[in-house]
C-alpha cells in the first residue's frame, strides 16, 4: 500500500540533498510527519526528523546541520500505529543509535516482538511498530555482522505487509531494502544506486529502475545491487526503463490520481483488513476505547456523514442491522444536530470522514458528546480532529487520497463499517466467531473481484465513448445497490458536471420513470440471486424502463442470464455475497465517471467548485 514516502540513496552526490530531494519528490501523497538518516564514511550514524511539513525537517536540518555523508535513507509518514508527532516521526533507531530504519505498511505481530524485547530490558521510545523492527535488528546485529542477512532473519520474523530501508553505521557503504507486500523500486545510476517506494524517488537522477518482487531482500552498495529471497536464495528480478516525466511518475503512470487511487482499490481493501485479527480469531479495532460492557448496552446507532462518505453509511446500515440486530439510522451530517435528535447513553454514534476534518462531522460529534453518546470514527487520516475526539476510532488505512472525487476512500470506509458490524456482533454475541471468520474470509477475497474488473476497464471507456453527448443519466438499485446507485450519480456529477439521479429501483413508478426519454442512459444495479424476490423486481424494471426509451445498462454477477433478453448493455461483476456487493459494483461506475469526464475534457482530480475536505460548516 502507498502509505508513506521512502528513499535511499548510495553514491558519490551529498546524501542529504538527494534524500530530501527524494521526499520532496514523494511529497503529492500527502504525509504527516519527515526525517531522514545518514551514515558518515566516519562516525556515528545521525538523523533528524520533524512531525508537519517537509519544510519543517528542512528549517531543523538548517538550524543544526547534519555532517557531510554519501549514504542516507528518508521517510514521510502517513500514521498507521501512533500519533503523528516527533516521537513517532521515522527513522526510529535502536537504543545503540547505530541502526536506523523506514518502514511502511503494518507489522501484525509487533505486540508480541515488543513484549519480547521489553522483557529482555529494551525501553522503547514511541508507539510505532516501525521501532521494534529497529531494536529487533540491532539485536540481530550483534551476532550477525552482515547486515543484509541480518534484515533478512528479522523480516522472517515478521508478519503482515511492510517495506523496510536499513541503514547501520557499522556498515557506511551499503543500504539494505526489504519488502512483503509492499511497494519498493530500485534505481540504477553510475556509480550511486537509489531505493524508493516508487520511482518518482528518484526520477530526477535516474530512469532506469528494478522492480523488486515478494518477499524479497535488496542489497545496494554504489557500485551495484544484489536480490535474494527471504529463504536466503539468490532472486530473479527485472529492470526496466521509466518513459514518465515527474508528474506522470507521480500518478505512476496513470493520467489522473483518480485512475491510480481507482486501481489502488484492491491493496486499500486489503490494507483496512489487515491485521483484525488476535491469536485466537477474535476481531480486534485499532483504537477502541470502548469497553464491551459499554458496547452491550448499546440499542441504537445513528451513522453521521456527508456526500460519498454518507452512501458508505448507507450500505452500512443493511450490514449492521442484518448481523447484529441494533436498530441503525444514517443522517446527513449538516441535518443531525439541527433537528434534536434522540440521543443518550445507549445512543452509538459513528462518523464516517476520510480527512477527519470534516466540519459538519465534528459539529454533530460534538453535539453528541453533549448529550452523553459514545462517539466511534471511521477515518483515513491518522491524528486528525475527528479521531481525537472520538471515544473510539477504525482507520481505513488506505493511504493518502489526492483526487477530491473519493474512490479508494468510499470502498476502504464501506469495508470498515463491516468490521464494525462484525464486532458489535463478537461483543453482543449473535454471531459465533467461525460464523465472523466465514464473513472476514469473504472480505479477503474481495481485492481479487475488484482487481478482475479493473483489469477489464476498456469496457467502461467503450461506453463512456458511446454516451459522451448524453445530458442525463438515472441510476437504479435495490438493497445495497440503492446507495451504490447514489454513489454512482454523485460521481457523475461532480466529475461530468451532468444531470445524474440515484433511485431506489421500486420508487420508479412513484414519479421518476416520467423522466425517462428516448435515448436516456439508466445503470441498474442488479443484487445477486440469493436475495428474496429482489431480483425478479429488479428485471421488471428494467422492462419498465426499456418500455420508455430508455438505453439500460445492466451491472449483474457473473452466470447470472435472468436479465439477458432486456439489456441495452452488461457489465459482469464477480460473484459474492449480497452484503459485500457494493464493493465490486461501485467500481465500474467510479470507471465510468472518470472515462465520461476525460472525454469531456475536465480535470479530473479538480472538478470545478470541489474542495478534497469540506473544513466549513
Known sequence: MHMCGIVGYVGAKDAQTVVVGGLRRLEYRGYDSAGIALVPSKGDLVSSKKAGKLANLEAQIEHSPLPAAHMGIGHTRWATHGAPND???????????????????????????????????YEFLSETDSETVAFLLERQLATTSNLTEATRLVCERLEGAFTLVVASADH??????????????VGLGDGENFLGSDVAAFIDHTKTAVELGQDQVVTVTADGIEVIGFDGLPAESTTYTVDWDVSAAEKGGYDWFMTKE?????AAIAETLLGRQDASGRLQLDEMRLSDGELREVDKIIIVAAGTSFYAGMVAKYAIEHWTRIPCEVELAS?????????????????????????????????????????????????????????????????PEIAVASTKGFLSQVVACYLLALYLAQVKGVKYLDEIGQILEQLQDIPAGVQQILDNTQEMADLAEELVDSKAFIFLGRHVGYPVALEGALKLKELAYLHAEGFAAGELKHGPIAVIDQGTPVFVVVPPRARDQLQEKIVSNIQEVRARGAFTIVLVEE???????????????????????????????????????????H?????????????VE
Open 559 to 601: 452466470g447470472d442470464d435472468s436479465v439477458l433478453p432486456f439489456p441495452d448493455r452488461v457489465i459482469r461483476l464477480p460473484k459474492v455475497p449480497t452484503l459485500l456487493q457494493p464493493l465490486v459494483s461501485a467500481v465500474p461506475l467510479q470507471i465510468f465517471a472518470c472515462e465520461l469526464a476525460t472525454r469531456l475534457g
Open 172 to 185: 557506511p557503504d551499503v543500504v539494505v531494502g526489504a519488502r512483503r507486500n509492499s511497494p519498493l523500486v
Open 87 to 121: 516521537a513517532n516521526a521515522h527513522p526510529p533507531l535502536a537504543p545503540q543509535g547505530k541502526v536506523a530504519v523506514v518502514h511502511n505498511g503494518i507489522i501484525e505481530n509487533f505486540l508480541i516482538l515488543r513484549e519480547e524485547l521489553e522483557n529482555e530490558g
Open 262 to 266: 481507482i486501481h489502488e482499490q484492491p
Open 335 to 399: 441535518e443531525f444536530r439541527y433537528r434534536d435528535p434522540i440521543l443518550d447513553r445507549s445512543t452509538l454514534i459513528v462518523t464516517i470522514s476520510q480527512s477527519g476534518e470534516t466540519m459538519d462531522t465534528l459539529m454533530a460529534i460534538r453535539y453528541a458528546k453533549e448529550q452523553r453518546s459514545q462517539v466511534l470514527s471511521i477515518c483515513n487520516t491518522n491524528g486528525s480532529t475527528i479521531p481525537r475526539e472520538s471515544d473510539a476510532v477504525i482507520y481505513t488505512h488506505a493511504g
Open 603 to 615: 480535470d479530473v482530480d479538480q472538478p470545478r467548485n470541489l474542495a478534497k475536505s469540506v473544513t
